[in-house]
């Protein structure tokens, strides 16, 4: 029915599923159409009438349910009020404007859908850990705010279902899934059997938009508006707002509606995966269910004595427009799986071995070590985890958001080895033998290390310099990696600037490890960086053709470089850093004695 016809007064009936699989009707009283709600666009003002409806209102997992007039549709239920509503009042989106989502197809383009380039933070992330506050500012900049007016009518937050998740994690992301126009329900997942037993898709059956499917689950849970050859409309409102999208498409089933003044929701799971969301716009989503997504096996196996082997299965959509959604998504499941795991977010230290098995082939493998540390908020005691969670997390980021021309990530594989109790071990002092040094001698250092249960350990290590070393100083750092890294981060950031993909490679496979001890010599020096790679000691001549305009490529002059870096692996995380500064004596220059009959000489140095 075209809205035209749509009158204040007129009645009908819509459609949803309030408890498992059961499409059940519910009474619809038109109130008013809502001119240009949106610019050029109307919504119609419905009361829903019916037991279920007055007790429970607009339920979030309502949106996209058919509603009818005389037997035709006239759009789906889409909009609310917001909380303490006395009447269940909401806005129906006409289905004409969300026929011209399912239009919107025939002129799909491929490169539609772009996710925001946040390389440089995710390689940061990476090489030095994050901040829980990156992950929100990524997560929050780059999708669209949802609307929380209460007093207003805006879209029906849907339901985020988390299957294999504790309360805890949702408590701490609740306002940030808000703010994106969602709230989080804890869930469970389906049996096999009832996977295939899962209903075909009707007007008003639940369907769920997938982002992690298997033993840890992540789904947003809504309506169907229509059907029609394998493809479908829902929601009656934006998930994301992201265009064109290629995203798994559930059917779901709802396990509860769970009235509340402060605004009820379906509590649902999503059964099985049978196409692909291929439109996400304004006025709602159009699936195509002969179209399969493309999804990202990941396996998490964790070893933590005594228990046996606990292994956790699940795949992950793979899109451009949620390339910087994903790896926030699969934090907090790797979070959630480590600490399950093991039954507690103790205290404890945990070893990493991660595979990134590419489509080209290549493998990226990363190995490191993490221990508990009180800096990770709600994780402090199971601060390995976030820590670990972290690196793998940054680590597809990076793979993902990259503009290079780059292979797919086909598969993700961990293995965790857990042990009890914190291993970090700090840089307390640094003593040195020598505050002078001549060109070819050797410097000594005492370093003494604090453990976090009041113990230490003394490493003594000798540095020899080479024989020929045009400087008057060096610097020499005593460092973990993390520390290391931000200090070139700092000063000579091109160097983890990549220039194409296999330079990325390159940087991700020689992430610093956090159980090293670095011991780094640098010097000034009078050359260049230039396409990540140091060209040192150059001669002025060179130099000044190098660092001009018209020199090819981008280069940047080095404050110092690297001398030399001895590796000091260790059994503890290490923190903290020392910097000693020491002179260095060149040999005198000589002159041979000037002939007194001879003006015009020169001095030979030598």
Known sequence: MPLAEVKPGMRGVGKTVFYGSQIEDFGVEVLEIVENFYPKRDVILVRLTGAKAEQAGVVSGMSGSPVYINDRLIGALALRFGEFMKEPIGGVMPIEDMVEVANKESTRSIEASKSMSALPQYIQSYLCGAEESFWENLVTGFLPTGESNNSSLSTIQSPLVFSGFSSTVLEQYQNLFRSLGFIAVQSGSQSAEAVEKAPKFEPGSA???????????????????????????????????????????????????????????????????????????????????????????????????????????????????????????????????????????????????????????????????????????????????????????????????????????????????????????????????????????????????????????????????????????????????????????????????????????????????????????????????????????????????????????????LRDRVLLEQVIPTDYVIAGAKRLNVRIIQPQRASLPQREDDESAQPVLW
């Open 207 to 557: 369907v769920s938009q997938v982002f992690l499917s298997g033993d840890i689950g992540i789904d947003a849970t809504g309506t169907v508006t229509a059907v029609h050859d394998n493809k479908l409309l829902a929601f009656g409102h934006y998930v994301f707002n992201l265009g064109p999208v290629n995203l798994p498409v559930a059917s779901a089933k709802i396990l509860a509606t769970l009235p509340s003044m402060m605004g009820s929701n379906k509590m649902a799971v999503s059964t099985n995966i049978v196409g692909s969301v291929r439109q996400d716009r304004l006025t709602g989503v159009y699936a195509d269910l002969s179209i399969p997504p493309e999804m990202v096996p990941v396996r998490l196996a964790l070893d933590s004595p005594p228990s046996a082997r606990h292994e956790f299965n699940f795949s992950m959509a793979v899109d451009r427009s949620v390339n910087n959604l994903m790896p926030f998504f699969l934090r907090i499941a790797l979070i959630q799986g480590m600490v399950a795991a093991r039954l507690a977010s103790e205290e404890s230290s945990m070893e990493v071995q991660a595979q990134f098995t590419l489509s080209d082939h290549r493998v990226l493998s990363i190995n490191d070590f993490f221990s508990s540390q009180q800096i990770f908020g709600f994780f402090a005691p199971g601060g390995d985890a976030v820590a670990a969670s972290d690196m793998i997390a940054s680590t597809l980021g990076a793979l993902l958001v990259n503009d290079f021309v780059s292979p797919k990530v086909e598969k993700i594989d961990l293995l965790c080895k857990a042990e009890p109790g914190e291993k970090i071990a700090k840089i307390s002092s640094v003593w040195q033998d020598k505050t002078e040094v001549s060109v070819g001698d050797s410097l000594m250092l005492t370093i003494r290390l604090k453990k976090t249960d009041g113990g230490g350990k003394k490493i003594i290590r000798k540095v020899n310099l080479p024989h020929k070393l045009q400087a008057q100083n060096l610097t020499v750092f005593i460092s973990s990696g993390d520390a290391l890294t931000r200090y070139e981060l700092q000063t000579n950031s091109e160097k983890y600037v990549p220039v194409n993909f296999d330079h990325l490679l390159s940087i991700l496979e020689n992430r610093r490890k956090n159980n090293n001890l670095y011991i780094q010599v640098r010097v000034r020096d009078s050359g260049i960086l230039l396409e990540g790679r140091e060209l040192s000691t150059l001669p002025p001549s060179i130099m000044s053709v190098m660092d001009s305009d018209r020199a090819i490529g981008d280069g940047k002059r």
